[in-house]
């Protein structure tokens, strides 16, 4: 009897983990199962499936999409590691690392604290601009949990909820959310007459449907604002967490929406860029978790009408959660994200 060879992966923590052939088809499919009784999407198709699992059980130590495949990479926060200073940093994305799209950042990557110091980012973004090519953005997080109580101004939802203090909890998300869209909005406009070719509202809905009503609502300010300005969204999760509960967009209610339906409120609102997130899930292996991404975000590709720059990093897009995540694992989520998805950037 021939044993079935067994093939190198990962799990969602980054180790290694071995499968044969058909465990990883069989992790596939219940990747791919998970997503659709969760979301109610449309499965992978077979010729989709049977590509992912081509490319997850491929001995090869790296994987790449073929010639003239290849797609837009935007990185966020390129601009503050520290490493060679925030320019340097960024001229190292661009000219070492292949980025097309940079991303100038202040360490606390709030709106909140970056409305404080905005008048040395926008000298700091001038420099930069002088000195890269690729276009530049400005990008930080809505972060609405920064303006609740006691670092904010507003009551602590967190702490109210537990409480059955309902309607205070939302009271405080709602006003907390009006004055996060104007933060984010006054910065947006500082950063746009400083020279950036745009500006990104990473990790959007982190703190559920508050955060991401915020989100919209700045997004439509900034583009009353600055007309011409390019504007990502990036999400935090691949659904909106009903913190609130009640808020909606246009007569749609924030709580429990998917990407494909995320991506059309964000278009309405006049995002240029919507970056879909899918977290991963640290004790499924790779092919699972890559299956569950793909499927959770093939709608959204379908659907929209503004690029999709899916989200694929630490722990999000089938990449493990690992600070510097295995080559193995990044290049074959990558790979599979723009064959199957046919998206327009990573």
């Known amino acids: 009897m021939t044993t079935e060879q067994r093939i190198p992966t990962r799990l969602g923590d980054g180790s290694r983990l ?142 109210l909820l537990p409480l059955g203090r309902v309607a205070e909890a939302r009271a405080a998300q709602e006003q907390a959310a009006d004055m996060a869209a104007r933060d984010i909005a006054y910065v947006a406009e500082g950063v746009w007459e400083a020279g950036a070719d745009g500006v990104d509202l990473d990790t959007s809905g982190a703190a559920g449907d508050a955060d991401f009503h915020a989100a919209l609502t700045a997004v439509r300010e900034i583009r009353h604002r600055c007309a011409h300005v390019g504007i990502e969204i990036g999400m935090a999760s691949e659904m909106v967490l009903g913190m609130h509960g009640e808020l909606e967009w246009e007569g749609v209610r924030l709580a429990g929406l998917w990407p494909h339906q995320q991506v059309k409120l964000a278009a309405e609102a006049g995002a240029t860029v919507f970056g879909p997130a899918v977290n991963v899930n640290s004790t499924k292996s790779l092919p699972w978790n890559l299956a569950r991404t793909l499927t959770l975000v093939k709608p959204c590709c379908e659907e929209s009408t503004i690029p999709i720059h899916l989200n694929v990093g630490m722990g999000v897009g089938g990449v493990p959660m690992a600070v510097r995540a295995p080559v193995d694992a990044v290049s074959r989520a990558a790979r599979a994200c723009v064959d199957i998805l046919r998206l327009d950037g990573l």
Request: glycine share 8%; charged share 20%.
């Open 18 to 159: 071995t499968l044969t052939r058909s465990e990883i088809r069989s992790h596939i499919e219940a990747g791919v199962e998970a997503a659709v009784t969760r979301s109610h999407v449309p499965p992978l198709t077979t010729d989709e499936t049977d590509h992912l699992l081509e490319i997850c059980a491929s001995p090869a130590r790296f994987s790449s999409v073929d010639v003239g495949s290849e797609v837009v990479l935007s990185i966020d926060g390129t601009g503050g590691q520290l490493v060679a200073g925030r320019q340097g940093d960024l001229l190292t994305f661009e000219q070492y690392l292949g980025a097309d799209l940079v991303e100038l950042y202040h360490m606390d990557y709030s709106y909140k604290a970056v409305k404080t110091v905005l008048p040395f980012e926008q000298q700091t973004l001038k420099n930069a601009q002088q000195a890269l090519t690729v276009p530049v953005q400005y990008g930080a997080m809505p972060d609405l949990g920064r303006y609740s109580q006691p670092d904010g101004p507003v009551p602590n939802w967190s702490e």
